[in-house]
């Protein structure tokens, strides 16, 4: 089923009405638990209506595709090259946007000392120009960011490319040492969040680091609160 006009507005809308700024607040977004499965043949949802993926499915387990992504010099770069680091690959469809917007804030402000070991990336299909722009008023600098504005090849190599909207679906994965997918959520429901948490637990697993010295509340399932 493709989205119809009335559906692509109402989705343009959604996502191009927040922005980046200085000082974030935390909205009660809620947080969705299962995944998705990426790939052609597979659907995420904008609100409840189907959009199709388009792509090779990437599954836990799967190595990383050597797809070229651009970063804040233009240079084009593949993840694969990351090898020898754990990574958390926090993929959004637009930076330009307040589910967005907040799922970068918390990989970056709420990750509670993963950064030190971790390699914290963002991949969406904002130019690089603009996710420079981003980054310097969110004030993040403990994130990597990386384009997929050229034409889309890492969202068809892994199969989360929502090809009608040219946008990327939401999603996270922690990657090892090896470039292999340890953990993977693709979200049913654009407009909802990933459970973070999760991947950041998975994330100390992986790097073999020991649990957080507290731990964040995450019973209500919403993703909430200050710094």
Do not use: W
Not at 77 to 95: A, D, F, H, M, N
Request: one cysteine or more; aromatic letters at 8%.
């Amino acid at each position: 089923m493709k989205p119809t006009s009335s559906m692509t507005l109402a989705f343009t809308i959604f996502f191009l009405a927040g922005c980046a700024g200085s000082s974030f607040t935390y909205k009660d977004f809620p947080v969705s638990k299962g995944s998705a499965a990426a790939g052609a043949g597979n659907t995420v949802a904008f609100r409840g209506s189907p959009l199709q993926l388009e792509g090779n499915p990437i599954k836990v387990g799967d190595t990383l595709r050597d797809a070229k992504l651009a970063g804040g010099d233009l240079k084009l770069v593949s993840l694969t090259e990351g090898k020898g680091k754990v990574r958390i690959i926090s993929i959004v469809p637009s930076l330009d946007t307040k589910v967005c917007e907040q799922q970068t804030h918390y990989l970056s402000e709420k990750n509670r000392g993963l950064d030190r070991d971790v390699q914290l990336i963002t991949v969406s299909v904002d130019t690089p120009f603009a996710q420079k722009r981003f980054a310097e008023e969110a004030n993040i600098r403990n994130v990597t960011f990386l384009s997929d504005y050229r034409g889309g090849d890492f969202g068809r190599a892994h199969g989360l490319l929502v090809s009608d909207l040219h946008l990327l679906a939401r999603s996270v994965m922690v990657v090892d040492k090896d470039n292999m997918v340890r953990y993977l959520q693709v979200v049913p429901e654009l407009a909802s969040m990933p459970d973070m948490e999760q991947a950041f637990e998975e994330a100390r697993k992986v790097a073999g680091l020991p649990p957080p010295a507290s731990a964040m509340p995450s019973s209500s399932g919403s993703m909430v609160g200050g710094y």
